[in-house]
């Protein structure tokens, strides 16, 4: 990391958390150059795929209440 961007997230410590956030958010936003029809069409690509796997026997699914007992046992409750 050079000086310069030492001295930005520097200047960044300081701000509040929530400002950091948001900054953070800000920043990460501007990473993300791939358009909202293209992320879409990945997703619904990735769906297809999942339901192939389901409905070939390749995955095997978990019934809800399964999921939620065991994330109420990893929580404590």
């Not at 909202?36 to 026997?57: F, K, M, T, Y």
Request: negative net charge; aromatic residues 2%; without cysteine.
């Amino acid at each position: 990391m050079n000086a310069t961007l030492e001295q930005i997230g520097q200047e960044a410590l300081r701000l509040a958390p929530a400002q950091r956030a948001e900054l953070a958010d800000f920043l990460a936003g501007s990473l993300d150059i791939t358009p909202p029809d293209e992320v879409q069409r990945l997703w619904l690509e990735e769906a297809a795929r999942r339901l192939a796997e389901v409905r070939s026997g390749q995955v095997e699914t978990i019934p809800v209440e399964d999921v939620l007992a065991e994330a109420r046992r990893l929580v404590g409750r």
